[in-house]
């Protein structure tokens, strides 16, 4: 690809030519952007605030916007430059006029007001990502650059226009892809694919749905189109919010610093768990086969017949003393007003709200009819009076969604009416409390529960909406879980991203169009990604034989990468020299630059903790950050989901299978901890390895490395 490369290598011309142009503008664009901060800092609002809380939000808005002009030493401001055949229509361009844009985080402007750097998000650095030789987008050249340590060294150009010249990989995302893992999770910017480019652009108004196997940049891809999405729809998102769902703390810990670097630092970041456990504490856990049936969507249903079996019909009506006159509402005309109510569908509470309002409504025209000229606070004091609160009480009373799960739960009777059809009788008893809690406080609720307890709060009153949600490892999600999150989207959009081949909860999603219609975006495009980043070939093609047994029908990712000798398998004879053969290779995987990850059974940790501290090694667990100080983390198989080390130990295989409750969800555990390293994988094992990735024979475990 690149007719013309100069590297850092490459002195003689680094230090002359078009390097130092390049340099003078980064020197230049560095100049603007402190000037632009300077000019921020220089506002003196004394004079345009009408008072303090006027002062106070302004200084705030004007902190951030400092904040945000800062210039980080280590994220250079610009990592690419187009040069157009044609001066860019001025409706597309920041700035337009120019043919050449330097393209970088954020946009930079000189005193005039004439773009130095446009931000990567604006229209017109879109051919950045998706001009090709086939179709340029009239763009003539375009050229990346290549950063060490702040300073600009290299830079490398592809001609899109000029047929003379060959399509090459680049080489600087071939090192950007090498790059050494350590510290969190880093942005992508630079070097988003254009299959990436395509879903991070996709339209706020629309739900997507992305499918792609291990490595393929999923959690990148949607970190990166919340960055797309504040940046197009900046006012409307910061009124209805955006919103980060990952799988847990680790997994959130180790992307939090990826929205910040690309300058958002508004968008927060939660779990399921975290999302439904306002109302109650989860202390207690669920046996799968419960879990299953609570995280089933036939539980929404459940929920919404034992909700409304609290609405009767009246059987009396109601009669209002006002001074010396008695004003009576009828039973029938009560009954009508429920029954138009239960035909409306709407929120329970909110009905509750409205009758005693109608019932006041109903006596105001009593009223007017004989003579007298009500208005509206007579209607709420009538409203509030005994004889209506406790006509209302009778036929449509407040009911407390945790109240309502814990009969549920609690009550075999209570599930059984409600149930019935519904839930068979043996799941019934499955989901029952052994030992019936006496009240919401003292209940050991679970995860799932929680959810139930959720999914009743948002029948009693509406969950407001944010404006866009992304969804991280989507696959294990429950329907219940789905519907959750649905809620919480339900006027704005999602991301969903995920892999079915890595689903490892009892209830993981078998299939998108299933888990977008519990979501409540049935009319969500799915995308696949195929193209893998992390994992090297040899690798990625040994994880690749369990498949077949752990989801039929997905493709093997395809790694971009060869790294020849970055996998091996290695028996180790004896249970007894296990511990110490998997110290002795992570000692190997230290001896190079980057970050450790030593993967196994969360039932080998203990062991292998006391292996590596005998051995005088410290290690970190999954979410602290790894440093060029301390880069050994000890992981247990569960908590390995959607993170990355440079180098991977894995300790015993059929460990790790055993280790979930069946064989189909230990082989998708064991295809997890196979795909999480960068550079090399080795794996150890004492006892036979599962049959399903013996399958290539002796001719691949030799080119897998075996010893
Ligand atoms: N276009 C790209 N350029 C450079 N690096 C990339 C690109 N896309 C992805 N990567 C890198 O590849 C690695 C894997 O990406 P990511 O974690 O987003 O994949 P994933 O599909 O979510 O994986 P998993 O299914 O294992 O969770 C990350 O280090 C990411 O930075």
């Avoid at 629309?206 to 196997?213: E, F, H, L, R, Y």
């Avoid at 945790?402 to 519904?422: M, N, Q, W, Y």
């Amino acid at each position: 690809m690149p007719a013309h490369e100069e590297t850092s290598e490459d002195t003689s011309e680094a230090t002359s030519g078009p390097l130092d142009g390049e340099r003078a503008h980064l020197a230049g664009s560095r100049a603007a952007l402190r000037a632009m901060r300077e000019d921020v800092q220089a506002l003196d609002i004394r004079d345009v605030t009408a008072n303090w809380v006027n002062a106070a939000v302004l200084q705030a808005q004007i902190d951030d916007r400092i904040k945000a002009l800062a210039d980080l030493s280590h994220t250079p401001l610009f990592f690419g430059r187009l040069d157009y055949r044609h001066p860019v229509g001025a409706r597309e361009a920041e700035g337009s006029g120019g043919e050449q844009f330097y393209i970088g985080r954020r946009h930079v402007h000189d005193a005039h007001g004439d773009p130095m750097v446009i931000d990567w998000r604006a229209p017109v650095s879109q051919p950045f990502y998706q001009a090709s030789r086939n179709n340029p987008l009239d763009v003539d050249r375009r050229r990346r650059f290549g950063y060490t340590g702040g300073e600009l060294t290299a830079y490398e150009d592809e001609h899109l226009t000029d047929p003379a010249e060959t399509e090459r990989t680049s080489k600087l995302l071939q090192a950007e892809i090498e790059r050494p893992r350590v510290g969190p999770m880093r942005d992508i910017v630079a070097t988003i694919q254009p299959e990436q480019d395509e879903i991070v652009r996709s339209d706020l108004g629309g739900t997507v749905c992305v499918q792609g196997g291990p490595g393929t940049g999923k959690t990148a891809v949607g970190l990166h189109r919340v960055a797309y999405l504040l940046y197009a729809h900046r006012e409307r998102l910061a009124r209805t919010g955006t919103l980060v769902i990952g799988p847990n703390r680790s997994f959130l810990h180790y992307i939090e610093q990826v929205l910040p670097a690309l300058g958002e630092l508004e968008v927060k970041q939660a779990t399921v768990e975290d999302l439904v456990t306002a109302q109650v504490e989860v202390r207690g856990t669920d046996e799968a086969a419960a879990a299953v049936i609570k995280g089933d969507a036939r539980m929404a249903e459940v929920l919404r017949r034992a909700l409304r079996s609290h609405v009767t019909l009246p059987t009396e009506g109601v009669v209002v003393v006002r001074g010396s006159r008695r004003w009576r509402v009828p039973a029938y005309e009560i009954e009508e007003m429920v029954v138009e109510l239960l035909a409306r569908d709407m929120r329970y509470g909110a009905a509750h709200e409205a009758l005693p309002q109608r019932i006041a409504h109903s006596v105001l025209v009593r009223m007017e009819e004989a003579g007298e000229a009500p208005d509206d606070r007579v209607q709420n004091a009538v409203a509030r009076t005994p004889a209506v609160k406790a006509a209302v009480k009778a036929v449509w009373p407040a009911v407390d969604p945790a109240k309502l799960v814990l009969r549920l739960l609690a009550d075999p009777g209570f599930l059984a009416a409600h149930a019935e059809g519904i839930l068979t009788d043996d799941e019934q008893k499955r989901i029952l409390m052994a030992r019936p809690a006496r009240s919401v406080k003292s209940a050991k609720w679970s995860a799932a529960d929680a959810v139930l307890i959720d999914e009743a709060g948002d029948l009693v009153a509406r969950t407001p909406s944010l404006g866009h949600v992304v969804i991280d490892e989507a696959q294990d999600l429950s329907p219940m879980q789905y519907r959750a999150v649905g809620r919480r989207c339900s006027t704005g959009s999602a991301t969903v991203l995920g892999d079915l081949a890595q689903g490892t909860t009892p209830w993981s999603t078998e299939s998108w169009a299933q888990a977008l219609f519990h979501l409540g975006k049935a009319d969500a495009v799915v995308e696949e990604l195929t193209a893998g980043f992390r994992v090297p070939r040899e690798v990625i093609a040994y994880a690749s034989r369990l498949l077949p047994a752990i989801s039929p029908g997905l493709a093997p990712v395809e790694s971009v990468r060869e790294a020849p000798g970055s996998l091996a398998v290695r028996e180790v004879a004896g249970a007894d020299a296990l511990d110490g053969a998997v110290v002795a290779a992570c000692e190997e995987s230290l001896a190079h630059e980057g970050s450790i990850g030593l993967i196994a059974a969360d039932a080998r940790v203990p062991a292998l903790a006391d292996a590596l501290t005998a051995a005088g090694h410290t290690y970190l667990s999954p979410g602290e950050e790894t440093t060029a100080a301390s880069r050994l983390t000890l992981v247990p198989a569960s908590l390995a989901k959607g993170l990355e080390y440079d180098y991977v130990v894995l300790d015993e295989p059929a460990a790790v299978v055993d280790g979930e409750p069946d064989e189909r969800t230990g082989l998708r555990r064991l295809y997890v901890a196979l795909t999480r390293a960068v550079s090399g994988l080795v794996v150890l094992h004492a006892a036979p390895l599962p049959e399903q990735l013996g399958r290539g024979g002796d001719a691949d475990r030799a080119r897998a490395g075996d010893q």
